[in-house]
């Protein structure tokens, strides 16, 4: 019986003092909105797994590692209809992603990273040889945060996506907030312009996709998100809601010294 309030006291502990990516206690820097990056970086020594379930069963996996101060490194893959019937469509390619910050937060000045990330989310369209929300690509992220009732952050960054046979060729750009909401949450909005994905072959529509997430910190490394996708009915195909929903997990860990 000892043993068992001792589980329960630890495990609650653990949700009390949650060390994820989420809220005024977080531990580590986020390092993307829902779909866009943020000027955060994986510290040296520290290893992250993180889990993308999105509609139509797909399901994206990326493992990053932070190889050196203030540059990190990974790999991802993923499938559609991973959950369903039938056979997973998996993707032609896994993704790599590289991101360096140039220049670290301070008071008065922002965090700037440039970075390259070639997975992109949902659907892959063999023959515009792209994905249903196109890979960032080569990119140019800038973060700021501020004391406001726990904090809040404000994030903005161009990019360029390789995913161009739609025709669609323009460089891009976002903008995103985060607020905490106590300890252990925080509220996630971007809005990506998706100017690179308005032209007559491409998924978007013209109108952007707004995306808002819920996350919440729920153990030591772990953060759990609900995201809330394409809020303003941005896609042409007549078979997709306005709107969707998907669910992130994170895991973060050390898995060598930083010294």
Same mark, same amino acid.
Request: charged share 15%; net charge positive.
């Given at each position: 019986?000892?043993?068992?309030? @001792? @589980?329960? @006291?630890?495990? &609650?502990l653990n949700l009390m003092f949650a060390q994820g990516t989420a809220?005024?206690?977080?531990?580590?820097? +986020?390092?993307?909105?829902?779909?866009?990056?943020? &000027?955060?970086i994986l510290d040296r020594g520290n290893a992250s797994v993180l889990i993308n379930f999105l509609p139509s069963? $797909?399901?994206?996996?990326?493992?990053? $590692?932070? $190889? +050196?101060?203030? +540059?990190? +490194?990974?790999?991802?893959?993923? &499938?559609?209809? $991973?959950?369903?019937?039938?056979?997973?469509e998996w993707y032609k390619l896994?993704?790599?992603? &590289?991101? @360096?910050?140039?220049?670290?937060?301070?008071?008065s000045n922002p965090a700037i990273t440039i970075g390259f990330d070639s997975q992109g989310k949902g659907l892959y369209d063999d023959v515009l040889e792209r994905f249903e929300i196109k890979s960032p690509g080569f990119f140019v992220a800038i973060s700021k945060n501020y004391n406001f009732m726990g904090f809040i952050s404000l994030h903005a960054g161009i990019n360029y996506s390789l995913e161009r046979e739609d025709g669609d060729k323009d460089a891009n750009m976002w903008i995103g907030v985060e607020k905490s909401l106590g300890d252990v949450v925080s509220l996630v909005m971007e809005y990506d312009f998706a100017i690179n994905d308005n032209s007559a072959r491409s998924w978007g529509d013209g109108n952007g996709y707004l995306n808002a997430a819920v996350k919440w910190s729920v153990g030591k490394g772990f953060t759990i998100g609900v995201e809330f996708r394409n809020l303003v009915d941005n896609k042409k195909r007549a078979n997709f809601y306005a709107a969707d929903r998907a669910i992130r997990v994170e895991y973060i860990t050390p898995i060598f010294t930083r010294n």
């Open positions: 019986m000892k043993k068992i309030k @001792l @589980l329960i @006291l630890t495990i &609650a809220g005024v206690s977080s531990r580590y820097e +986020f390092r993307s909105l829902i779909d866009m990056p943020t &000027a955060g069963g $797909v399901m994206v996996t990326k493992m990053e $590692v932070g $190889v +050196f101060k203030n +540059f990190s +490194f990974g790999i991802s893959y993923g &499938a559609a209809n $991973v959950i369903g019937t039938g056979n997973p896994p993704g790599i992603n &590289a991101r @360096l910050r140039l220049f670290n937060e301070t008071l």
